[in-house]
């Protein structure tokens, strides 16, 4: 069970319907950990450990749906280390020794449970220096002791736009347009994680809504399956 088979001897291969199961084993996760967020509202009790363990199984299923996908794509694989199934991991280490090879590198394809995950837990990208593509400019003024130009960069004014001097040689105006923007930049992205956390409260329960409304078909469900 689970690739303990010691007898395999054939190419991986990972069928359209095993990648979709997978890709639903690791929205079911996303869902549990989404709907942990909202107990502690509806129970006194510590749910640390337990939301540690289903976002262990998330990362698990996450694993297993990009080795999945490479394998689904054809992905050229190195030999095995055994004779048994290989694991999410060792799949990602034998490709890359067969890409290392010359083999062409594969990607894991992009899943339904990524849309969610980004639109849930991904920021916006923060509106700074490092986010600028281009150079960055030098400040235009002159160190008094070298009598040189000095070489440090310029300040960062947001919105792509740069100051003329770096943070030393910088006017009272571009030191408080500097500050203006670092300051609204944190509020923004202080907002922004707010606003997360409120939008994933609000879809775990709608979640625990919608596992509740379902609850007599489940129990129905269940019935069907132990008494037949």
Known sequence: ????????????????????????????????????????????????????????????????????????????????????????????????????????????????????ERHLYQLPRPDRTQTVAGARPKCSAMVKSTGEDCTNSAIYLGSGMFGAHCYSHATPTEREQYRVHHEQNDARQARSHADLRNLQRAVGEKIAGHWISTREQRAQWVNDIVFN
């Open 1 to 116: 069970m689970f690739g303990t088979d010691s007898d395999f001897d054939h190419a991986e291969t990972v069928s359209s319907f095993a990648l979709d199961v997978i890709d639903e084993l690791r929205m079911k996760m996303l869902e549990c950990l989404l709907v942990l967020q909202t107990l502690p509202e509806e129970a006194d009790l510590n749910f640390a450990e337990l939301a540690n363990d289903i976002l262990a199984a998330h990362r698990a299923t996450l694993e297993a749906y990009q080795a999945a996908s490479i394998v689904h794509q054809g992905a050229e694989l190195d030999e095995r280390w055994g004779n048994g199934l290989s694991r999410p991991k060792a799949i990602f280490a034998r490709h890359n020794a067969a890409v290392r090879r010359g083999a062409t590198k594969v990607t894991a394809m992009p899943a339904l449970c990524d849309r969610l």
